[in-house]
């Protein structure tokens, strides 16, 4: 245990860090962020920026599934939402991109209101469905009507132009993902303190002493809907725009999949273990290409006979791996560690 | 009026394919309170273990149709011991989330250990056509509307008469409690998913001959999911049903209104039937342990 | 702060490509790579499209490479999923500093592909799905190898129209781009041709059972079928007809025009068309490429040479006598150059393929005829 | 004094066949202590479940200070002024104490969804009023230590005690108390007694609460209301019910007809 700090006011409980260590990471994870696009190469560049769209879309889906305790395999489909929120308005419309960003969250989160009004009813795996049979029929509506949507052609998306800065290169795309990763993240630790955040956490551990308590569960399980498929639609917009084409086809159905394999893996519930699920999961293909690529010729040489296949095997294996020996996900790992830090030499 | 009966029997066809893989979602989910998301993968993976066998034996249905049945048990009860009975005091999720992983192992797998190509699977019997009073179809697809019938009557059987069945029953309630009675838990969950991996095998393999075998096979388990939630998710009957429903149901839609909804129409009844009935149509209301 | 410093990284990141015009060169090698899938169904193309490129540069490196320099790839595989493909650009372009691109992926992603393409100027060849946004307008660097699905469903139409005069048509595709090209086509025909179109429908991708379909197909009296699926789709169509007993003239398209689709679907795959701007294997031009590639590829991998492997191997062709050209000078501005004034190659697979000032080769179409026997197609008369 | 503060009138729940409370009426009025006992399976914890809204009635009226409770929402009985511990923990386990308590205020509290993102202003205050709110209650309780922790790592008694917290944070008139004490060790259940009477005396709550220690229930109760098989055996002073002979044989016959009807492992299995 950390000690020496005594809290003197209750404002000082509600601050988000109560330690100098944790806003001294705080700074170091920040300053990482601003001098990224200055250190790194276009290659790894793109790479941490999915992992942060990821991130944010992880953090979304946390709201719903780590938090309200619903179980989602929607996420596709509220992501194209979000990702055709923002590109009909402001590629086909001429709107500005600010309100195709504000647009991505709500048309999602309209969305899931009709979603989630009917699926109330239901829990567990039996909404589980609903939320994929709504991820189905969306894809099939976006199709439905190509006036709108311009059907399977698709929509190209600009790097947009937010408050008179131009988003042109890969940095300022970094940067505007980093912004609204860390604008996400600060959100979603509002809430996470307010009564809303907590009415949350009380129906997924128990709900009938939640209504006791004057909770409205239909009310606040629709809230849960509606703040998670807003995150998870700008998710989808920036999605698009780091594609700069919005498809059907570039938001498939395995993305509901890994979004759940991703708080998973970093650990339900946590708003760190959903950026370091991102960050693990999204990193993982890469590894895996690394090292078979460090087998250089030989690799190569086995192409044709399908060693790509091996990959798949292997991300297979690592989910397993972790939900059989650390299935409280990285986060998990990471309290493990510190115990270890701060106790050692001694376990107790 | 031969073309409503030619969709309906096409749609009774491809029904019970959904309707025995939704059976093994159902059978597994009564007996290990677990939905096993690889149940597709693995009803591929003996679709093409028949595929090798058939090869080697020229086509013999006979030999073909043991072998594959006899490595489907097998190669469940391997799964089931090696990486879901370990996870039995794990979260729900965090088991349902195993057997997400299994099934990208199995997808990899079988396009490592076979290949990405289409094939034909090489058995005359099953894909020789067959003339019903006019309407044609094919050895298969008599087998696969034969196959559901026989696991439905099986687990009716089953369920009523059998000490096990019993027992499955009680296992699904109470494991613990079950476990004190002198059930042998574990042997019911491996009787589940070797009944499983038959019903599941049975339609990959049968669904690969008279349509055909390729890796995106394993998507039937997705289509046959809705099935299971239709039916009501420990209703093993139930799901039979509910595949049969879903299968007339696209066919219809397909034929009469837009074919552009038929991908989409068992998504919506399952929502619609949601609504009214939250458990599935035969579902019991206890399941909510997620 | 060191923001001085910032803008000017800054700056060298946003004039790089103009800079670096001539990355990936070294005194003895040149760097080149791909994006294509290897993994999954899809990879029965990139494999096969894989094959064609190295056909390729082995055949130009065992005499004497360019310039003196050795020929080498980097593929990526992007298992055809959008996000990996730009994902796997950036690292080509930006990490392993290729000079050219063999080829970008499907037809949709190289479709998301343009602004990074148009951005970077790296030279790039696409021999996989040349849809039109690809090549009008035309970019700069990017070059469209082959003929666009309109205009082969286009003279695939016509062809049929006089073969079956009168008769009533179906069609089905599938609901993207390349089922938007093949539907365009047919427009097209109609207004040169008598076609009537009795039963016409979509379907998404992935659908495997067709049964309401080709009922509908039988219950319309159709006898030209367009099936205009990719290969599990025409496989299941075409045993579907078998079923139902129905006979009409099946056509097909070059994005399932592999013998494996023949020998899925069995003997009824007897006669269906196809259309197409590479030669049949069965043919003469198809039997010396197979020689060509036993010459330089292992055993296994000639067994998986389909027509990817010619357009592959075409393109890259074309790549290769550019970068000729500009031996000495070898930059991306002049190896665009060189490639859109270059002359005809010739591969004897496809018809002399040249860009001519553009950047679309506009290849000629052949109709064909699968014969089940062989597990080939034959040129239609 | 006019309407009692909580008025039962002939209320009854059947779940299929099974009657589980039937017709059962009683009141309790402002500044009382009223104990329920009676055997398992007498429908006590059924009743309460009907007088927090967590379960509707079959038939009778539920009212509270003359208003009655049929048309309220389930979440909105807590407004009206009924609080509530549950028989076998209900508290957020993966929540410290304090959110737990916080919890209980949750219906005092005005922040929207939107409000909620920002953190700013209003929403601010209210929090923190409402903390202060949650200090005085865990100073009320003695529980300052324990404050911080996870609910889920902390003794049953513990958490009994937050799970009384949570309760008095929403500010209840009635405050109904599911076998508080059960499971308690004698130090334990003392604390537990001299807060329930802090409660009613300090607070002014009124208490009606189910619990089988027969040592608290005589010592604190003003009013003792005997169940069995869903009806009222009697109703009146601690000592009177005590010597009840309804009351007397239903404990003893109870035990009796429990050792000869324990339903099959299999059926609770079922049932439950």
Not at chain 2, 172 to 201: E, P
Request: hydrophobic letters at 50%; aromatic letters at 8%.
């Amino acid at each position: 245990m950390r000690s020496g700090f005594y809290k003197q006011t209750i404002a000082e409980h509600l601050a988000l860090t109560d330690s100098w260590t944790q806003r001294a990471w705080i700074a170091v994870a920040l300053a990482a962020l601003a001098t990224a696009p200055f250190v790194l190469d276009t290659y790894l560049l793109t790479l941490v920026t999915l992992m942060m769209i990821t991130a944010v879309g992880g953090i979304g889906l946390n709201i719903l599934t780590g938090w309200t305790g619903l179980i989602s395999l929607g996420q596709t489909g509220f992501m194209v939402l979000g990702a055709y929120g923002y590109a009909i308005p402001v590629e086909t419309w001429g709107w500005d991109p600010l309100a195709g960003f504000l647009l991505a969250g709500l048309v999602p989160a309209a969305a899931s209101v009709l979603v989630g009004i009917p699926s109330l009813r239901l829990t567990g795996l039996y909404l589980a469905i609903t939320t994929l049979a709504s991820a189905f029929i969306v894809v099939h509506l976006v199709l439905e009507f190509p006036g709108l949507t311009n059907g399977a052609s698709g929509i190209f998306v600009n790097r947009p132009t937010v408050l008179g800065w131009t988003v042109f290169t890969d940095q300022d795309l970094f940067r505007l993902v980093a912004i609204f990763l860390v604008l996400t993240i600060l959100g979603a630790l509002n809430l996470r303190r307010s009564r809303i955040g907590r009415a949350w956490f009380a129906i997924r551990d128990k709900d009938d002493a939640a209504r006791v308590m004057g909770v409205d569960l239909r009310t606040y399980k629709l809230y849960a809907f509606v703040a998670s498929s807003f995150v998870v639609g700008l998710s989808g917009a920036l999605y698009g725009i780091f594609l700069s084409f919005v498809t059907v086809d570039g938001f498939p159905f395995l993305l509901s999949i890994e979004a759940l394999a991703m708080l998973i893996v970093g650990g339900m519930g946590s708003i760190a273990g959903a950026v370091l699920g991102a960050v693990f999961l999204v990193g993982l293909p890469e590894v895996v290409s690394m090292v078979f690529s460090a087998f250089g010729d030989s690799a190569r040489a086995l192409l044709s006979t399908g060693a790509h296949e091996v990959k798949g095997v292997l991300y297979g294996l690592v989910i397993i791996g972790f939900l059989r020996l650390q299935p409280e996900g990285l986060m998990g790992l990471w309290r493990d560690a510190q115990r270890v830090w701060t106790l050692w030499p001694l376990r107790y | 009026m031969n073309y409503l009966i030619e969709l309906l029997v096409s749609g009774l066809a491809v029904g019970a394919v959904y309707g025995l893989i939704a059976m093994s979602f159902a059978i597994i989910f009564k007996a290990t309170g677990l939905l096993n998301f690889a149940q597709g993968e693995m009803g591929m993976i003996t679709a093409y273990v028949a595929f090798s066998i058939a090869s080697a034996t020229d086509g013999n249905p006979w030999l073909t149709a043991a072998g594959a049945i006899v490595f489907s048990v097998l190669f469940a009860l391997a799964v089931e011991r090696i990486v879901i009975r370990p996870m039995v005091d794990e979260p729900i999720l965090a088991r349902i989330m195993t057997t997400i992983g299994l099934a990208v192992i199995f997808r990899s797998g079988t396009m490592l250990v076979w290949d990405a190509l289409p094939h034909d699977m090489g058995l005359a019997a099953g894909s020789a056509l067959v003339d019903l009073g006019g309407v044609r179809v094919r050895g298969a697809q008599i087998g696969v509307v034969v196959a559901l019938a026989v696991a439905v009557a099986a687990m009716l059987a089953f369920f009523r008469y059998s000490r096990f069945g019993i027992a499955m029953r009680a296992v699904a309630s109470d494991d613990a409690t079950a476990r004190l009675m002198g059930v042998k838990t574990a042997r019911v969950q491996q009787a589940a998913w070797g009944a499983a991996a038959v019903m599941s095998g049975i339609a990959g393999a049968l669904f690969a001959i008279a349509w055909e075998l390729s890796p995106s096979l394993y998507a039937l388990g997705l289509k046959s999911f809705p099935a299971t939630i239709l039916g009501g998710l420990d209703s093993v009957v139930g799901s039979a049903f509910g595949g049969v429903v879903i299968g007339i149901t696209e066919n219809l839609v397909g034929g009469y209104l837009s074919p552009g909804l038929k991908e989409v129409a068992g998504f919506v009844i399952i929502i619609a039937i949601l609504m009214v009935r939250p458990y599935g149509l035969f579902g019991e209301k206890r399941i909510e342990r997620l | 702060m060191k923001s001085w410093k910032g803008a000017a990284l800054l700056a060298a990141a946003l004039a790089a490509p103009a800079m670096a015009a001539d990355q990936g060169v070294t005194d003895t090698e040149i760097l080149l790579g791909e994006v294509e899938p290897l993994t999954g169904p899809p990879g029965l193309l990139g494999i096969a499209h894989n094959l064609g490129v190295r056909l390729a540069l082995a055949e130009a490196n065992a005499a004497g490479g360019v310039g003196g320099r050795t020929l080498k790839l980097v593929a990526e595989d992007d298992g055809y999923v959008t996000s990996r493909t730009i994902q796997s650009l950036r690292k080509l372009i930006g990490v392993d500093k290729v000079f050219a691109l063999t080829a970008v992926s499907g037809s949709g992603q190289a479709v998301a592909s343009i602004p990074v393409l148009k951005q970077s100027g790296i030279p790039t060849m696409i021999p996989i799905g040349p849809l039109p946004p690809l090549y009008e307008p035309p970019m700069d660097n990017v070059f469209v190898v082959g003929q666009s699905y309109t205009e082969g469903m286009h003279q695939l139409a016509l062809f049929l129209a006089e073969k079956h005069p009168g008769a009533k048509w179906g069609v089905i595709t599938q609901d993207d781009d390349y089922g938007a090209a093949l539907r365009e086509g047919i427009e097209q025909a109609k207004g040169e041709a008598q076609i009537e179109v009795a039963f016409e429908t979509r379907y998404a991708r992935g659908q495997k059972d067709f049964s309401s379909e080709m009922l509908r197909v039988k219950d319309a009296g159709v006898e030209v079928l367009i099936a205009g699926g990719i290969i599990s789709e025409n496989i299941a169509m075409v045993k579907e007809a078998e079923k139902l007993g129905i006979t009409p003239a099946i056509a097909t398209f070059w994005p399932g025009r592999v013998p494996e689709v023949l020998k899925a679907i069995g003997p009824a795959s007897d006669g269906i068309y196809a259309v197409d701007y590479v030669a049949p294997i069965q043919s003469d031009a198809g039997q010396a490429f197979l020689e060509l590639a036993r010459k330089h590829l292992t055993e296994d991998e000639v067994a998986r040479v389909n027509r990817y492997t010619m357009t592959g191997y075409t393109s890259t062709r074309l790549l290769i006598a550019a970068m000729q050209t500009c031996a000495e000078d070898l930059t991306w501005a002049c190896t665009n150059q060189a490639l859109a004034d270059g002359p005809a190659v010739d591969t004897g697979v496809m018809a002399p393929a040249a860009f001519a000032g553009g950047r679309f080769t506009n290849s000629p179409v052949t109709i064909m005829q699968a014969d089940y026997e062989t597990l080939s197609y034959a040129p239609v008369d | 004094m006019s309407a009692p503060l909580l008025k039962l009138t002939g209320v009854t729940k059947r779940f299929g066949g099974l009657t589980a409370v039937n017709e059962v009426s009683t009141h309790v009025d402002a500044g009382e202590i009223v104990s329920i006992i009676g055997p398992n399976g007498a429908g006590k914890t059924t009743l309460f479940n009907m007088i927090s809204g967590v379960l509707p009635p079959t038939e009778g009226r539920i009212e509270l200070e003359g208003r009655d409770l049929a048309r309220v929402a389930p979440h909105d009985y807590v407004r009206h002024g009924i609080g509530r511990t549950f028989q076998n923990l209900a508290l957020f386990k993966h929540g410290t104490v304090v959110d737990n308590i916080l919890v209980g205020r949750h219906w005092r509290m005005k922040t929207s969804l939107v409000e909620a993102v920002f953190h700013f202003g209003r929403p601010r205050r209210e929090e923190i009023a409402a903390r202060e709110r949650a200090e005085e209650i865990i100073e009320f309780l003695e529980i300052e230590t324990i404050r911080d922790k996870v609910v889920g790592t902390l003794s049953y008694g513990q958490q009994k005690r937050v799970e009384l917290g949570r309760a008095l944070a929403t500010d209840p008139k009635l405050l109904l108390l599911d076998e508080i004490v059960a499971g308690m060790n004698q130090e334990e259940t003392e604390d537990i007694a001299r807060f329930i009477l802090d409660i009613r005396d300090e607070l002014g709550v009124s208490i009606l609460m189910i619990e089988h220690d027969m040592h608290l229930v005589m010592d604190i109760s003003d009013r003792v209301h005997a169940l069995n098989f869903g009806a009222t055996i009697t109703e009146g002073r601690p000592a009177e019910v005590q010597a009840h002979p309804g009351v007397i044989e239903a404990y003893l016959g109870a035990k009796a007809a429990a050792a000869r009807a324990e339903p099959a492992p299999l059926l609770k299995a079922r049932a439950g």
